[in-house]
């Protein structure tokens, strides 16, 4: 426990920032949650993160960050396009979001100074990062240094998942006590649709491949 502390935790509602959110509530005195919308084809996150965040009883907001939408062209924000299934080979699946987690963080950093918060917790992983470039440990380890210059504060940008595959997040969710809740009750889904979700689109795929790696090596070990 960090007494005396209080954190902002980038809250999509999906598998991995709801886990973050629990290890944060685990870690901190204060959370707050900061949900965007920014024109994705999955918008309905949004209704599911304020929904998980007041069962916890922690502040939530959603902040407009529509402009993402209208500086590249991507999967995620324009519907016409069929989403890469797999990721093509020597460049970024058509889901990466050009810029979409610096805008996050710059936007969290923001409102976390408002509030006089200094951690800020967000679920990308570099383990399991579909190859998106912000997701990286180096690309946190950066805009951290550059946000708090920009601002002359002493933010500690957390990454609870950074090391972690999905099996080994879903253990985490497990040890926290929250297995059930993410499983059920989070979307992870592009297409939009909570728990197991589609089943196809990328998200999906790891989300659900991570979820039967998990049970099968806890099942082995309880044999």
């Not at 990328?202 to 099942?219: D, I, V």
């Amino acid at each position: 426990m960090q007494n005396n502390q209080s954190a902002l935790v980038l809250f999509s509602g999906g598998q991995d920032s709801t886990t973050c959110l629990y290890w944060a509530i685990k870690r901190f005195n204060e959370v707050r949650t900061l949900c965007f919308t920014y024109g994705q084809r999955h918008s309905n996150e949004v209704e599911v993160a304020r929904q998980l965040a007041a069962e916890v009883n922690v502040p939530f907001q959603s902040l407009d960050a529509s402009v993402i939408s209208q500086l590249a062209d991507n999967s995620l924000t324009n519907p016409a396009l069929i989403m890469d299934e797999e990721k093509p080979a020597n460049t970024y699946p058509n889901t990466f979001v050009p810029g979409r987690n610096l805008f996050f963080l710059t936007f969290g950093a923001v409102i976390a100074r408002t509030h006089g918060i200094k951690n800020i917790v967000t679920g990308v992983s570099q383990a399991d990062y579909s190859g998106y470039p912000d997701c990286r440990d180096t690309f946190i380890r950066s805009t951290n240094a550059t946000l708090n210059l920009a601002m002359d504060e002493e933010f500690i940008i957390h990454t609870p998942l950074m090391w972690l595959n999905k099996a080994e997040t879903w253990a985490l969710a497990d040890e926290l006590g929250v297995f059930e809740i993410v499983k059920n009750k989070t979307l992870t889904c592009y297409n939009g649709i909570i728990a197991a979700g589609c089943g196809h689109c990328p998200s999906c795929k790891l989300r659900n491949e991570g979820l039967k790696e998990y049970e099968r090596n806890k099942n082995g070990k309880n044999a």
